[in-house]
């Protein structure tokens, strides 16, 4: 159908994931490997992503939310704990601190990075805080100095969601590297796809066991290894685990995305400064720099639409570009809008405020590595289109 307000005959999806024949090739052949479960393909991904991150070891599971359950519980974190988080996130960070069976606590960010302010996570430690859950939004890092140090001045544990940092770097150090552990996402939309999936990042060898065993049932061998050609060995259950195993087959999709990453990076910095260059002059808030000796992972491009400034909403802007036939993402209104949490919790939107004002104004646009300089020029034509057009009377 033709659409008058847009040269695409094509919806551009948001967040695209840029698969090649190499991750096509190695699914088929784990298929036809008669292994398509927890196996060798897992345990190659596991080394390379920790090879990529210059740690010791890496344990895949089958998401970032089970990376962060199970990082929470291997930490000893449980119920009367509280754990200080971000606002600004998707919903699975509080959730694994739920499912964990402990409290989570709220603290805003800094409206410049969007990041966790360390200033107001200070002011939420209690004695019963055990750990800090820092996010490093949209792939900016967040300030690790001041959370490594308040960590350690309370003894605190600092756990990384890294889901948006896969290529992340604060001060020359990696994400997912600070703290006791990182958790990352290998979700649909995310830098490195498997469909599903997950890894976790830590400097101890016993508590990399201890989210192994907790993975799968809480059993002290692993199924690939149980049913090898090593001989039959019995399993013993230590702890009443859970089914968050990686599968081969989604290792065979990572093993070749991560060998493209930091390719694919290049790519989306590029399409990032194109977008940072055609929008300086627009009424809109982007992207805050990357201070010097940090690496963005490029993950989210997120502009700000303020109404006293465009004269349009920011839910217009979503449907204007919608109907121009560009995918948006919205990341994200804060937890604290969410019906659940309000009953549960007793949260208020406006008690952080700043998350609050960033969830009412955020616009993520599509930075997927797939784009051609043609998608970019309609994705800047039409946020052009959107702000300049007369007459929205902050609808
Ligand atoms: C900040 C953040 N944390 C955690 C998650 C959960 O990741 P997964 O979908 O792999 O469980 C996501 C996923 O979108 C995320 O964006």
């Not at 209690?126 to 690790?144: E, K, N, Q, Y």
């Not at 756990?159 to 990696?174: L, N, V």
């Not at 990399?208 to 259950?237: C, I, N, P, T």
């Not at 919790?345 to 998350?355: K, L, T, V």
């Amino acid at each position: 159908m033709e659409n008058r307000l847009s040269p695409r005959d094509e919806f551009l999806v948001f967040g695209s994931p840029a698969i090649e024949e190499a991750e096509i090739e190695e699914v088929v052949a784990t298929l036809r490997s008669g292994w398509i479960g927890t196996g060798p393909r897992v345990a190659q991904f596991e080394a390379d992503f920790a090879r990529y991150k210059g740690v010791d070891q890496a344990v895949a599971v089958n998401s970032c939310t089970a990376a962060l359950h199970l990082s929470i519980l291997a930490a000893g974190i449980g119920p009367g704990d509280e754990v200080i988080t971000t606002p600004l996130t998707f919903a699975a960070t509080v959730n694994a601190i739920i499912h964990a069976g402990a409290t989570p606590v709220l603290a805003d960010v800094d409206p410049h990075t969007m990041n966790i302010d360390p200033e107001r996570v200070a002011e939420r430690i209690t004695s019963r805080t055990r750990a800090i859950l820092p996010v490093h939004f949209a792939g900016h890092p967040c300030d690790m100095d001041a959370l490594g140090a308040l960590s350690a001045e309370h003894g605190l544990k600092l756990i990384e969601d890294c889901a948006h940092a896969i290529e992340t770097e604060y001060r020359g150090k990696k994400a997912g590297t600070f703290g006791d552990f990182g958790c990352f996402s290998f979700y649909v939309t995310k830098n490195v796809v498997t469909g599903e999936g997950g890894m976790v990042l830590t400097a101890s060898a016993e508590d990399a066991a201890r989210v192994k065993v907790l993975a799968l049932h809480g059993m002290s061998q692993d199924a690939w290894k149980r049913f090898g050609d090593e001989g039959f060995k019995h399993y013993e259950v230590v702890f009443s685990g859970f089914k968050y195993n990686m599968t081969d087959i989604q290792a065979a999709l990572g093993i070749h995305q991560l060998a493209r990453v930091e390719d694919n990076w290049i790519t989306r910095r590029r399409l990032w400064s194109l977008y940072d260059k055609a929008f300086a002059d627009l009424p809109v808030t982007l992207p805050a720099e990357i201070e010097a000796g940090s690496r963005h992972s490029y993950h989210l491009y997120t502009i700000r639409v303020d109404p006293a400034r465009t004269g349009l909403t920011r839910d217009r802007f979503l449907d204007e570009m919608t109907a121009r036939n560009i995918g948006v993402g919205v990341h994200y209104l804060s937890v604290a809008e969410h019906p659940y949490y309000q009953d549960e919790f007793g949260w208020r939107p406006e008690d952080w405020p700043e998350a609050m004002k960033i969830g009412h104004e955020t616009v993520s646009l599509p930075l997927s590595p797939n784009l051609t300089d043609a998608d970019v020029q309609d994705v800047v034509e039409a946020v052009e289109g959107v702000v300049d057009a007369p007459g929205h009377a902050n609808q």
